[in-house]
């Protein structure tokens, strides 16, 4: 089944052919396309996408972020199950190279935080740089996919994907979450991005997308942040969001405390 209007090669030229515009955008290499895949195929997608506010893998509903996800393949449907493993084949694999630069990619077939993610109403994921180590292989994450699935999406609806400098000083893009709109970032520990403004979308819509994380054996040195070479999610806070000194320091020790430690006291507490 065909899930883009290329082929194998000429997918490897376009990624060649928009190169350095991805690796010399502001503020870290990323981009986004539009119409990317056969409007029909994704389509078909979403009529299978989970309603995870009936049932979601993983609710997470704190002060940094309100939104549903999905675990594995397991909730994927049949055309969504081949959709996703077409991200994750050579064809699309080199494709990516191509494009960012980035050798050797390894795609994730556990769908290790990715796989179908959706925020209702209300709902954010504010601002942070992704955890660089996957939990099972101990890969480096280097690249992140998303695919929106939102039609008759608007404006005053919110939902933007925004990326930020390193000094969090200010948002540098703002990508709105459109149907077949396929946004692609490098994810280092600076590469600090989210979805920091509740979601103003009407009752009945929700904001729908596919995430699939890339990684490789090893990052170049540059990378490489003393201290940070196997951190958990990093989030940082905009001017608008600071918080009282305690919500700091309670963050904080969230970040330098191993989960295992974390996930004892929860079961403790129940």
Not at 34 to 43: A, H, S
Not at 164 to 173: G, I, L, N, P, R
Request: charged share 30%; glycine share 6%; aromatic share 12%.
């Amino acid at each position: 089944m065909a899930f883009v209007n290329k082929s194998a090669e000429e997918l490897k030229a376009f990624g060649l052919e928009k190169r350095a515009e991805y690796i010399n955008a502001d503020p870290f290499p990323n981009t986004y396309f539009d119409n990317f895949f056969i409007p029909e195929r994704l389509k078909e997608v979403l009529e299978e996408f989970p309603d995870l506010s009936k049932g979601a893998d993983y609710k997470f509903n704190d002060p940094n972020q309100i939104k549903l996800a999905s675990k594995g393949e397991y909730r994927f449907g049949e055309k969504t199950k081949a959709f996703m493993h077409y991200l994750n084949s050579q064809p699309f694999l080199e494709f990516l190279s191509n494009l960012t630069g980035i050798e050797n990619l390894i795609p994730d077939p556990f769908f290790d935080g990715g796989g179908c993610h959706q925020i209702q109403p209300g709902g954010l994921l504010k601002i942070h740089a992704d955890f660089n180590k996957h939990p099972k292989t101990k890969l480096d994450r280097r690249l992140n996919v998303l695919v929106y699935l939102n039609e008759d999406w608007h404006e005053e609806y919110g939902g933007h994907f925004e990326l930020w400098d390193k000094e969090m000083k200010e948002s540098k893009k703002k990508i709105l979450p459109l149907f077949n709109r396929m946004a692609l970032f490098s994810t280092t520990s600076t590469s600090y991005h989210g979805h920091p403004n509740p979601l103003t979308c009407p009752p009945d819509r929700t904001r729908k997308s596919l995430a699939l994380y890339y990684y490789t054996n090893g990052r170049p040195a540059d990378e490489q942040l003393e201290g940070l070479e196997d951190h958990t999610t990093l989030f940082k806070h905009r001017a608008e969001d600071k918080k009282p000194v305690s919500g700091v320091f309670k963050e904080f020790i969230r970040q330098v405390t191993p989960p295992f430690i974390i996930n004892g006291l929860k079961k403790l507490k129940g």
